[in-house]
């Protein structure tokens, strides 16, 4: 997989005065384009589209400074349709115009070409399991919530806050499965972007047999595959561990991509102790090999 994201990078080496099309990208690594845009967010920390624009003002900004193109020239060239929406992104990416860049010489800022390789610790090993499960249903209360890699989400320990006792005790009473059973965290990620910031829908629910009544948030997750990963650790450090080592190491090398869905985690906690016992629930389907 990895041989093959690679290839695919070469690709977009290829086309960064043309036009780069995720479907012949997502051809050469053998997936889907969702698969192809999720699996490049979370491997890279942004989503493909910035990186192929960060590639081509790089790229824009050495012909800037070599002055052997006009500053139009080299708009067009890197597929900017006038001269004014040139300067703004090159101005957002390296502070400084490409006039002024050109006539002082500035110090630019430069996106290197990405490659991906695996790194084995040889450490710790992850442990996971593959369950079919039918439709289920995520039953409970969402909120709209940045993405934060470290640390505690002020925005989501508000939305848990808000939740009262009863209301919990009667989202709990909805659960019905034999796993993952209680009250569960479920994040649907928005967009292929993983980058700090990004919007993200986040439920303090449980999965169901049943959908939501009309009084609750829902969402539907149709019947497939998850992947079943196991944690423990201080809290939240290592759930967050636990998510960048699922996407980074477990997913490059293991037949299977992700699918529609949220990724659901169950947690529990110790009274009084810092760490917890966790499980983190990815919807997935086995990828073409």
Do not use: C
């Amino acid at each position: 997989m990895l041989e093959r994201l690679n290839q695919a990078m070469d690709h977009v080496e290829e086309r960064l005065t043309g036009t780069v099309e995720v479907a012949e990208l997502a051809r050469i690594a053998l997936t889907s384009e969702y698969h192809f845009r999720r699996l490049f967010s979370a491997l890279a920390g942004m989503p493909l589209s910035e990186y192929v624009r960060r590639r081509r003002l790089t790229l824009a900004g050495a012909e800037v400074l070599a002055g052997e193109l006009t500053l139009l020239e080299v708009a067009v060239r890197y597929g900017y349709g006038s001269g004014e929406a040139f300067a703004r992104a090159f101005r957002a990416m390296h502070g400084v115009g490409p006039g002024e860049a050109r006539r002082s010489g500035a110090t630019l800022d430069s996106q290197p070409r990405m490659s991906f390789r695996l790194v084995i610790e040889g450490s710790s090993s992850m442990r996971y399991r593959i369950v079919e499960m039918p439709e289920v249903h995520v039953v409970g209360r969402k909120a709209r919530v940045p993405l934060i890699h470290e640390g505690v989400n002020p925005h989501i320990a508000e939305l848990i806050k808000s939740v009262g006792p009863e209301e919990v005790g009667r989202i709990a009473a909805l659960s019905d499965l034999a796993e993952p059973e209680g009250i569960v965290s479920a994040v649907v990620h928005l967009s292929d972007s993983r980058e700090e910031g990004a919007e993200l829908d986040y439920y303090h629910a449980v999965l169901s047999s049943n959908r939501a009544p009309e009084n609750l948030d829902g969402l539907t997750v149709e019947a497939g595959l998850w992947a079943v990963f196991e944690n423990t650790g201080p809290y939240p450090l290592a759930l967050q561990y636990l998510w960048r080592d699922v996407f980074t190491e477990w997913f490059p090398s293991n037949p299977y991509a992700t699918r529609p869905g949220p990724e659901v985690l169950r947690t529990r906690q110790t009274p009084g102790s810092t760490e917890s016992d966790s499980q983190l629930w990815i919807p997935v389907e086995r990828s073409a090999v």
